[in-house]
Antibody, heavy 117, light 106 residues
C-alpha cells in the first residue's frame, strides 16, 4: 500500500518561503505525477501543482509565480516551495499521487502550515 | 478560467438517494472525479473517470457526466456517508476542484 508523508516547518514568517517535502513509501515514485493540494481551515481544496518523475511540472495559474516543485527519485521524495507567503497561505497542505485520468488515488495525512510572525 | 460549481449543502434521509451536482463549461467533454472528506481526515477518491469506483468503494456510489454537469449519486445513503464531497476535473494544464458540498444525513 502506497503511503505519503508530508514534512516541514509548521510555522513560517510572512514574506518568507514555505518548504515542504513529501516522502513516498510502499511503492515506487517512478512513472507517476505527484501533486500538492492545500485546504485553509473550514474551506475547500485548492490544487497547487504537480511534478512528474521526469521533472515535468504544471502549476495552478493563480500561484504559478510563487511556486517551485522538485523531485528526488533516489530518496522517493518530492518537494514544494512557495515564496513570499502571507496569512492567506495558512492551510493544511496535502501531497497526493496524481494518476492523471485516474485522479488522486493516494493522499498524505496533511500538515498544517501557519504563516505568522 | 475554468470553474466547477457545487451546491454548498445537500440533505438526505437515511436509506434514500443523494445526488450532488458539479457544473462547469462543457464538463461532459472532460473526465470528472469525486472525493469524500470526513472531518479531520484526508480526502478519499470515490469516483474517477466519471463513473469508475476505486477498489474498496461501495457500489452505492455512482457517477455520471454529460453536458455541463457531473453528478455523484449515493444510493441507500448511510449515516457514515455524511461528509464533504468535492468534484475535480482537468482543464488543459491544471486541475480544478469544485467548492465542495456538505452532505448531511438526517
Amino acid at each position: 500500500q502506497v503511503q505519503l508523508q508530508e514534512s516541514g516547518p509548521g510555522l513560517v514568517k510572512p514574506s518568507e518561503t514555505l518548504s515542504l517535502t513529501c516522502t513516498v513509501s510502499g511503492g515506487s515514485i517512478n512513472g507517476y505525477y505527484w501533486s500538492w493540494i492545500r485546504q485553509p481551515a473550514g474551506k475547500g481544496l485548492e490544487w497547487i501543482g504537480r511534478i512528474s518523475t521526469s521533472e515535468s511540472t504544471n502549476y495552478n495559474p493563480s500561484l504559478k509565480s510563487r511556486v517551485n516543485m522538485s523531485i528526488d527519485t533516489s530518496k522517493n521524495q518530492f518537494s514544494l516551495k512557495l515564496s513570499s507567503v502571507t496569512a492567506a497561505d495558512t492551510a493544511v497542505y496535502y501531497c497526493a499521487r496524481d494518476r492523471g485520468g485516474r485522479s488522486f488515488d493516494f493522499w498524505g495525512r496533511g500538515t498544517l502550515v501557519t504563516v505568522s510572525s | 478560467s475554468f470553474e466547477l460549481t457545487q451546491p454548498p449543502s445537500v440533505s438526505v434521509s437515511p436509506g434514500q438517494t443523494a445526488t450532488i451536482t458539479c457544473s462547469g463549461h462543457k464538463l461532459g467533454n472532460k473526465y470528472a472525479s469525486w472525493y469524500q472528506q470526513k472531518p479531520g481526515q484526508s480526502p478519499v477518491l470515490v469516483i474517477f473517470q466519471d463513473t469508475k469506483r476505486p477498489s474498496g468503494i461501495p457500489e452505492r456510489f455512482s457517477g455520471s457526466n454529460s453536458g455541463n454537469t457531473a453528478s455523484l449519486t449515493i444510493s441507500g445513503t448511510q449515516a457514515m456517508d455524511e461528509a464533504d464531497y468535492y468534484c475535480q476535473s482537468w482543464d488543459s494544464t491544471f486541475w480544478v476542484f469544485g467548492g465542495g458540498t456538505k452532505l448531511t444525513v438526517l
